[in-house]
Structures are given as structure tokens and as C-alpha cells.
């Protein structure tokens, strides 16, 4: 048996009749809180180097995540472990034509174009490029993603005004954090919620883009 096999089997004792109380009441939805966590933490042993062994528990952390909704699914006979993991390198290989099939590129740039370009074929639904961006991330990661697929999507963003140049003069990911932080620290003052204020802006910008969308396609 495999380690991963080994895995699946205890995730599945743990549920069972007889196993674990906790484990066995567990839903999709009261998992929530835990996979956004053990992902923050996931990000943290990574970004602070905390060495092999801490991010290989964290690694293991997040896996039982996947591993736990996938039992949860099993049980209601829905799909399982191999159903998610052939799902995955289904994507993976539909998705990397220029690995898997007879696609050229040239370069990170093409690929990024090509994966975007397969995700809007596969997810007809989406009216927008915005479309699937997760509202409950948080405020600067949401404000980044936006950014970033509108920028990828060759939609006009506004001009920045002179509050940006606080980011503009640093030069490096320390500086610009040192910066940020100086802006958290005078909203606080001040009794304004920086976090509040950023998904309320970048709220606003998403409104714009989908505009700007909409009058593009003359809808």
C-alpha cells in the first residue's frame, strides 16, 4: 500500500462507524474555516523558510484537507479521491497543450494566453473576466487578482492618482510593505477600516471593468 493509499484509509477509519466523533460530523461547508487556514499557514512556512520539515507538515496539513472533503463526498456516494485526481490530470493535460499535444509557444507569456484562453472555453457560463475571482479573499489578494486579470484581459484601467505614489517609490517588496503599513497604521488612527475600504475600492474598479465589458460586447 502506498503512502497516499495509507492516507485515504485513515481518513476513512477516522469517519467511519466506530472511529471519530468530530471527523464523522464534519461537512463540506464546516470545513471551510480549516482550508482557508491551513492554506495561510501553508503561505507562511513558505514565505518565513522555515525549513523542510514544517513545510512538509503544512503540505501534509492542506492534503488532508483535499483528502477529508473528498471521504465526505464517498460516503453521500457522490465521487471520490480518484475521481478528484483524475479530474486534475485531465485539466493539467488539457490545459498544457504544449506539453501534452502539438501546440508551440513561445515563451511564459504565450502559455499564461493559452491557459486563459482554454479556462474561458471550458467556463462558457463566465460573462466576465472577473468571473470566478473569490469574494471572500482577502482585501489585497482580491484587489490583486482583479488587477491582474484585467490587465491579462487588455481591459483600460483608471489612471492612478497621487496616492500611488507611495508604491511607486518602492523599490523593493520590503519597502512597498513598510509603505502599506504605514497606510494601515494611519486608517487605524483615524478609526478607518483599511481592509473595509480596499474591498469597498476594489468593489467600485470591478463595476467599471464589467462596464467597460458590457460596452465593448454592445450589450
Known amino acids: ?13 477516522l ?23 491551513e492554506a495561510h499557514e501553508l503561505a507562511e512556512a513558505i ?23 473528498a471521504d465526505i463526498a464517498r460516503a453521500d456516494g457522490r465521487f471520490d479521491i480518484d ?32 491557459w486563459d484562453a482554454l479556462k474561458r472555453a471550458e467556463k462558457p457560463e463566465r460573462e466576465s473576466a472577473l468571473d470566478g475571482v473569490p469574494a471572500s479573499l482577502p482585501a489585497l ?7 491582474r486579470r484585467a490587465e491579462r484581459a487588455g481591459l483600460r484601467l483608471p489612471e492612478a492618482d497621487a496616492s500611488a505614489a507611495v508604491a ?3 523599490e523593493t517588496e520590503r519597502d512597498l510593505g513598510r509603505a502599506l503599513l504605514d497606510i494601515v497604521r494611519s486608517a487605524s488612527d483615524r478609526g478607518l477600516d ?23 460586447a454592445g450589450t
Open 1 to 13: 500500500m502506498s503512502a497516499f493509499d495509507d492516507l485515504v484509509a485513515v481518513m476513512a477509519r
Open 15 to 37: 469517519r467511519a462507524p466506530g472511529g471519530c466523533p468530530w471527523d464523522a460530523e464534519q461537512t463540506h461547508a464546516s470545513l471551510v474555516p480549516y482550508a482557508i487556514e
Open 47 to 69: 514565505e518565513a523558510g522555515s525549513g523542510d520539515d514544517h513545510l512538509r507538515e503544512e503540505l501534509g496539513d492542506v492534503l488532508l484537507q483535499v483528502v477529508f472533503h
Open 83 to 114: 475521481d478528484v485526481a483524475r479530474g486534475l490530470a485531465e485539466k493539467l493535460r488539457r490545459r498544457h497543450p504544449h506539453v501534452f499535444g502539438d501546440v508551440a509557444v513561445d515563451g511564459v507569456d504565450e502559455v499564461v494566453a493559452n
Open 141 to 147: 489578494a482580491r484587489a490583486e487578482k482583479v488587477v
Open 168 to 170: 511607486q517609490d518602492a
Open 194 to 216: 483599511a481592509e473595509r475600504a480596499l474591498r469597498g475600492a476594489t468593489r467600485a474598479l470591478e463595476h467599471e471593468l464589467r462596464a467597460q465589458e458590457r460596452d465593448a
